[in-house]
């Protein structure tokens, strides 16, 4: 009787085990059948895309640059979206949200039938993975983990629910969901390759699956044929959509117009004004300004260091800026001029800022002569008990800022106020400079659709706080203006906001960042997501059938 039952148990066994591995082996079959769909249907339809940076890191849950979200944008899904236009958010692979009473807990209803581009199902399980990967304190994430904000865990109800539960009520969460650093991954292929090697192995949802990255060299993207759950604003595909794009590195910019004009890409981005100009006139090639919101290109005042430790004095040197000769000069009339801490295109904008500092030199003069300075010597520079008004300012390299500082040089001089620039190689070397304290002012600008962006500098504890100015009440508004969940609240906290920046003088704006793309005449329908950054790389057309533009 033992010998039987023990004969059936083995048998039993052998089955379970058996049905574990057909399933196992039909899990496998089915991931390698959508590998072989994603890269092996016909190209029709192939483009370049210049990028315009080599990033030092390709990982959105680990990497902060925004050249990567140009690729990965289309890699990955997120859990919500900005509608680009109107800037509501609309459902993305959560169908529907709701928020409790108390600002705290955030539960997802996600889709069902979407599949990660190795086949793998998504779910609430998927959703956890990738909150528990930028979470991780080992992955050391750049951006993703700040835009969760006091976010503390999660509770996956079911296969399709999962809810996202904050420490403390924190009004941008969604905004941080709906950026692709915080694209969902597919939570095997973070099994299957470390921190390092994910970059290279990317699996998300989205319209497109990345083929292959080659660190210097190019990026490829083959469109998902399954993609059918994208947001309302993605186009389905028909037959002059992208089959494949190839993203290649243009990081001098003097390359960059020249492969637009050869063929060698089809879209490129942050051309310069000059070459914007010369493609004017150009019936090959076409101009697609973008607008960036968030904070503007300007110049912050270190206000514990003198002479800019000086109320009358940062005034007098904003009123000194003829701030639309220099766009003009630099920017060819392709920016706006900036007022305050947020660019106009920006949500809860304060449209009085852009009243508060004509250009009047007269009056700088004049409150400059208030604060003790005059050209006592006769030398044409102002100075005060025979110390100059010297000044020294921070210049990064990129957006022309070195072109504007010297304007503002010269500008500065006429009134005899010497501005002494002091150019840093990269983003590391900026931070150098900010930490060690010794300039008057330093260059800064980021980009982002909520206001919440201002934190980071302007809070007196804010990682970027380098004009060094505290007020309680600022801090007070943008604590606020985070934890409110009514519009009109925030809306209300982020204006006092704005215009205490520039009642206290803590910035010299300068411009409204605008991103100056270009595209052969061939590609259609280049457009770009809320942050303006992104290409919505799903609704892009070929508009001449088989014919790429560039060798991939």
Not at 30 to 47: E, F, H, K, Q, Y
Not at 111 to 133: I, W
Not at 494 to 509: C, D, F, G, K, S
Request: charged share 15%; glycine share 8%; proline share 8%.
């Amino acid at each position: 009787m033992r010998s039987r039952q023990r004969r059936l148990l083995v048998l039993a066994t052998l089955v379970a085990f058996g049905l574990l591995a057909c399933a196992a082996i039909a899990l496998i079959v089915n991931m390698l059948a959508a590998s072989r769909r994603v890269t092996a249907d016909p190209i029709r339809n192939r483009i370049v895309y210049g990028l315009t940076l080599m990033p030092s890191g390709f990982d959105p849950h680990i990497n902060s640059s925004s050249e990567i979200g140009i690729v990965l944008r289309s890699v990955y899904d997120t859990l919500v979206y900005r509608d680009p236009q109107s800037k509501a958010f609309v459902p993305g692979l959560a169908e529907k949200w709701e928020v409790s009473t108390d600002g705290l807990t955030y539960t997802f209803h996600l889709k069902s039938g979407v599949k990660f581009h190795d086949g793998t199902p998504f779910d609430a399980n998927a959703v956890a993975a990738t909150l528990d990967r930028v979470t991780d304190p080992a992955i050391k994430s750049q951006k993703a983990l700040y835009l969760l904000g006091p976010y503390d865990h999660y509770t996956v109800v079911d296969p399709q629910t999962i809810q996202i539960v904050l420490k403390s009520p924190y009004a941008p969460l969604l905004d941080g969901l709906a950026q692709v650093y915080l694209g969902i991954a597919s939570p095997t292929a973070l099994k299957t390759y470390d921190s390092a090697r994910y970059q290279f192995h990317q699996v998300g949802t989205g319209p497109y699956a990345m083929i292959d990255y080659i660190p210097g060299d190019h990026v490829t993207l083959r469109r998902n044929p399954d993609y059918t759950w994208g947001p309302p604003f993605y186009t389905a595909p028909g037959p002059y959509s992208i089959d494949e794009i190839v993203f290649r590195f243009f990081p001098d910019p003097a390359t960059r117009a020249p492969a637009l004009e050869t063929g060698d890409a089809n879209v490129m981005g942050e051309l310069s004004p000059t070459d914007a100009i010369l493609f004017t006139g150009n019936t090959n090639i076409r101009l697609y300004p973008q607008p960036i919101p968030g904070e503007p290109m300007q110049f912050l005042f270190n206000t514990t260091r003198a002479p800019t430790d000086k109320l009358e004095v940062r005034q007098a040197l904003i009123l000194a800026t003829n701030r639309s000769a220099v766009v003009d000069a630099v920017f060819q009339q392709f920016s706006p001029v900036a007022y305050g801490p947020l660019s106009a295109v920006t949500p809860f904008y304060a449209l009085q800022v852009k009243t508060m500092y004509p250009y009047n030199s007269a009056q700088a003069l004049d409150l400059l002569g208030k604060a003790g300075y005059s050209d006592s010597g006769g030398d044409k520079i102002l100075d005060q008990n025979n110390t100059k008004l010297h000044l020294t300012m921070i210049v990064p390299p990129w957006g022309l800022i070195p072109q504007v500082a010297q304007k503002i040089q010269s500008q500065w001089r006429d009134l005899g106020i010497e501005l002494e620039l002091r150019q840093v190689p990269g983003f590391t070397a900026l931070v150098a400079a900010a930490q060690s304290g010794d300039y008057n002012l330093i260059a800064y600008d980021t980009s982002g659709v909520d206001p919440s962006v201002l934190d980071t500098v302007y809070r007196s504890d804010g990682p970027f706080n380098w004009t060094h100015y505290q007020s309680g009440d600022m801090d007070h508004w943008l604590a606020q203006g985070e934890a409110a969940s009514d519009l009109e609240t925030r809306q209300n906290m982020y204006l006092a906001v704005q215009n205490h920046v520039m009642e206290q003088a803590l910035i010299l704006p300068i411009r409204d960042y605008v991103n100056l793309n270009g595209a052969t005449a061939n590609v259609g329908n280049l457009s770009f997501d809320a942050y303006g950054w992104f290409p919505l790389l799903a609704n892009l057309t070929l508009n001449e059938p088989g014919k790429s533009g560039g060798s991939p």
